[in-house]
Nanobody
Framework: QVQLMESGGGLVQAGGSLRLSCAAS????????MSWYRQAPGKQRELVAI???????NYADSVKGRFTISGDNAKSTVYLQMNSLKPEDTAVYYC????????WGQGTQVTVSS
């Protein structure tokens, strides 16, 4: 069973930066999409950024220009560079890798203080 493990979350002041990492416990063949989601307290999980193996990248409007997704399919790793963080970015962040099935990480907490 493949497991995804996120790291890099934490507490940061508004305007600061964090870099989230997500690595699979073993190489995943045939990844179609690598993505990051987040879920704030009392809210639904939402897509933050998604990257296809073809190179197409899309971001939620709320993070455009501040967050950057990158990854390495061969290593089954995905990253999320988060700059100019705002208190409203506070959430648990989850990585997801889609093959036919979808693999999810356990989540990492990001807290942005004002």
């Amino acid at each position: 069973q493949v497991q995804l493990m996120e790291s890099g979350g934490g507490l940061v002041q508004a305007g600061g930066s964090l870099r989230l990492s997500c690595a699979a416990s073993r190489s995943i063949a045939g990844i179609i999409f690598m993505s990051w989601y987040r879920q704030a307290p009392g809210k639904q999980r939402e897509l933050v950024a998604i990257m296809s193996t073809g190179g197409t990248i899309n971001y939620a409007d709320s993070v455009k220009g501040r967050f950057t997704i990158s990854g390495d399919n061969a290593k089954s790793t995905v990253y999320l560079q988060m700059n100019s963080l705002k208190p409203e970015d506070t959430a648990v962040y989850y990585c997801k890798m889609s093959v036919g099935a979808a693999y999810w990480g356990q989540g990492t907490q990001v807290t942005v203080s004002s």
